[in-house]
T-cell receptor, first 115, second 110 residues
Framework: GDSVTQMEGPVTLSEEAFLTINCTYT??????LFWYVQYPGEGLQLLLK?????DKGSNKGFEATYRKETTSFHLEKGSVQVSDSAVYFC??????????????FGQGTILTVHP | NAGVTQTPKFQVLKTGQSMTLQCAQD?????MSWYRQDPGMGLRLIHY???????DQGEVPNGYNVSRSTTEDFPLRLLSAAPSQTSVYFC?????????FGQGTRLTVV
């Protein structure tokens, strides 16, 4: 079945540091890949997405590239801010076969950014 | 506004009580699902539905029932609440390359 393996946290960084959160997946068919962010006490917000190989999703300074050859979708940001402190989830949406429409999540990574 | 509407936002139950979490979407999506989120566990799939009249179990279905009488609605029922069901619950609606979430329900069972 489908699965998402996400870098375990928590991750603690100083403001303006470089961020990478690793995410790899296994899936049948042609999945779309997502990063969701959850701020304290809030719901899930879509951060960025990519729907096919070599696509790059980007939003609010965050980027991730859909790498089919390495089955990865690592999240990066060049300079983090205190306001980026949140939980980040990598997710896969399978758009093919019997898993059509099924979302599979990674475990989540807690990011804390200090001033 | 289009999207997923999930109610209530907060709920406290006593052990043994029953309740229904409501989820509705107006995007005509076939696939809907319920997740629970617990610290350190990420989001785990409870039940899902691929269309009206069709439901199936996810990863952690015990203690929960669902039904899908219409495309729009996918309620989650707790028949006899237990403290282990204290969690945050999310409903999702998805189609193709799009997925949308409700705001979540924070449920406490005492």
């Amino acid at each position: 079945g489908d699965s998402v393996t996400q870098m375990e946290g928590p991750v603690t960084l100083s403001e303006e540091a470089f961020l990478t959160i690793n995410c790899t997946y296994t899936a049948t068919g042609y999945p779309s890949l997502f990063w969701y962010v959850q701020y304290p006490g809030e719901g899930l917000q879509l951060l960025l997405k990519a729907t096919k190989a070599d696509d790059k999703g980007s939003n609010k300074g965050f980027e991730a590239t859909y790498r089919k050859e390495t089955t990865s979708f690592h999240l990066e940001k060049g300079s983090v801010q205190v306001s980026d402190s949140a939980v980040y989830f990598c997710a896969l949406l399978n758009a093919g076969g019997t898993s059509y429409g099924k979302l599979t999540f990674g475990q989540g990574t807690i990011l804390t950014v200090h001033p | 506004n289009a999207g997923v509407t999930q109610t209530p936002k907060f709920q406290v139950l006593k052990t043994g009580q029953s309740m229904t979490l409501q989820c509705a979407q107006d995007m005509n999506h076939e696939y809907m699902s319920w997740y629970r989120q617990d610290p350190g566990m990420g989001l785990r799939l409870i039940h899902y539905s691929v269309g009206a009249g069709i439901t199936d179990q996810g990863e952690v279905p015990n203690g929960y029932n669902v039904s899908r009488s219409t495309t729009e609605d996918f309620p989650l029922r707790l028949l006899s609440a237990a403290p282990s069901q204290t969690s945050v619950y999310f409903c999702a609606s998805s189609y193709g390359h799009e997925a949308f979430f409700g705001q979540g329900t924070r449920l406490t069972v005492v």
